[in-house]
Each structure stands twice: as structure tokens, then as C-alpha cells.
């Protein structure tokens, strides 16, 4: 199909600049573990105790450093967090 297909403009690829390289990585999943830092932990008032979990993210949720991030008007106490990113090529068994 192409973009001449769609009734609204396709979003651009998500993707990440790689050090040392012109070239971009795509990014199509985001994976994250949640619950995994003790300090957040107790600011967010949660059990210590709890076993971290897992879940994911859009990759259109990306944000490049430096840029302003998107919110409601009316909100009064915005969480953010970084990311640490692992991109492979292959491998990653063991």
C-alpha cells in the first residue's frame, strides 16, 4: 500500500540518532520496567516490597533532546522520565 493509500498523511518513522554514525535507528517497540528505581518508588508512595513490572510505550512517544514536551494546560504535577536506550543489531541470547 502506498501513501497515496491513506486517508490522512502517514507519521513520520520514529527513530533515534546513533553516536558516532550519520545514520538514524528505527524504533517500532518500546519495552520498560516500571517499578525498578527505589527512589521514584517512594516519591510515587508505592511498596517497596512489589516486584517491578513490565510494559510498553508508542514509539511515536519519543522526544529528541531538547525539545519541548506536549501537555494539557490544566496540568498541575507532571512526571517525566529518561530513558536508558539499548539498540542491537543482533544477538542480545545470554
Not at 520496567?33 to 517497596?48: A, F, K, S
Request: hydrophobic letters at 40%.
Amino acid at each position: 500500500m502506498n501513501a497515496a493509500s491513506y486517508v490522512i498523511p502517514l507519521p513520520p518513522q520514529a527513530s533515534l540518532p546513533v553516536v558516532g554514525e550519520t545514520g538514524r535507528f528505527p524504533v517500532r517497540r518500546i519495552w520498560c520496567v516500571g517499578r525498578n528505581y527505589l527512589e521514584h518508588i517512594r516519591e510515587m508512595g508505592n511498596d517497596e516490597r512489589a516486584p517491578p513490572f513490565f510494559f510498553a510505550k508508542h514509539a511515536d512517544m519519543l522526544v529528541p533532546d531538547g525539545a519541548t514536551i506536549p501537555y494539557p494546560p490544566l496540568t498541575k504535577d507532571l512526571h517525566h522520565e529518561v530513558e536508558l536506550i539499548v539498540a542491537m543489531k543482533s544477538g542480545g541470547l545470554n
